[in-house]
């Protein structure tokens, strides 16, 4: 049983800074491609940024110069640095991952943790 736990959202006031983690657990064999995506209230789940197993990433304009992605490939974990938070910022945010595990590999989700970015 694979799972993916998301923590570090929280209320934040706007310019400020927030760090999400996400752990991947289970009988993984290997991670590839992992993601953070975020879902605001009547809104579509967008991609926000995501990173290759060697480290290229890919941001959604609206976060460039903002948010750093990362990864810990000996920890299975993928980490989101938020600075210079802006209200539009507000979302459930989810990381997920494509896993090899014995047999096959698919698509995993986290359940999210929610940012909240208000004065």
């Known amino acids: 049983q694979v799972q993916l736990v998301e923590s570090g959202g929280d209320l934040v006031q706007p310019g400020g800074s927030l760090r999400l983690s996400c752990a991947a657990s289970?009988?993984?064999?290997?991670?590839?491609?992992m993601g953070w995506y975020r879902q605001a209230p009547g809104k579509e789940r967008e991609l926000v940024a995501s990173?290759?197993?060697?480290?290229?990433?890919t941001y959604v304009d609206s976060v460039k110069g903002r948010f750093t992605i990362s990864r810990d490939n000996a920890r299975n974990t993928v980490y989101l640095q938020m600075n210079s938070l802006k209200p539009e910022d507000t979302a459930v945010y989810f990381c997920?991952?494509?896993?090899?595990?014995?047999?096959?590999?698919?698509?995993?989700w986290g359940k999210g943790t929610p940012v909240t970015v208000s004065s």
């Open positions: 997920n991952a494509d896993i090899r595990v014995v047999g096959y590999s698919r698509t995993y």
């Open positions: 289970g009988s993984i064999l290997s991670i590839n491609g």
């Open positions: 990173i290759s197993r060697s480290a290229t990433t």
